[in-house]
């Protein structure tokens, strides 16, 4: 409704949903983004973005993943946004994941799990990771929205 604040991802499939939510937005009167991308490309579009704290309950969270399988479990995170992304679908009542057949994958795994880190504990995490069985990489020159460093596994 003309009241409704929506959550939306972030990555080259929420960009299309931003781009296609654009024709609807006096439907709606916001939304909550889960990076400063999306809330950039929201803007461009002319759609109000709200800060999490201030909006309240959200009615939806809709993104994409970068991977799932046939049991609709997902890999999801790849654009580094994957903290404030759990976050926003956390608040949600329902999560909406868009993804077409290139996504899925009998096993995940094929795509590398991302996990946010605070830069002091980088190597401390990794020597954790190596411990429970992963391979941890650096994803080397890239900063989350919170300041935080990407460990792919």
């Given at each position: 409704?003309?009241e409704?604040?929506?959550?939306v ?16 937005k006096?439907?709606?009167d ?48 790849g654009?580094a946004a ?28 094929k ?5 946010e ?6 190597s ?8 429970l069985?992963?391979?941890p ?11 935080n460093?990407?460990i792919?596994?």
């Open positions: 409704d003309s409704s604040v929506i959550g991802g972030t990555g080259s499939t929420a960009n299309f949903f931003i781009d296609m939510l654009a024709e609807l006096t439907e709606f916001g939304a909550v983004a889960s990076s400063e991308a999306t809330a950039e490309r929201l803007k461009s579009h002319g759609i109000p973005v709200y800060d999490l704290n201030s909006a309240g309950e959200l009615e939806f969270y809709v993104d994409g993943a970068d991977e799932t399988n046939d049991r609709l479990e997902l890999i999801k995170g654009g994957l903290t404030r992304e759990k976050i926003v679908a956390a608040v949600a009542k329902t999560f909406i994941c868009i993804a077409d057949d290139s996504k899925m994958v009998g096993v995940l795994g795509f590398p799990l991302p996990v880190v605070i830069p002091m504990a980088r401390h995490v990794g020597r954790e990771i190596v411990k069985g992963g391979d990489v650096y994803r080397e020159g890239v900063v989350t929205d919170n300041g460093i990407i792919d596994v």
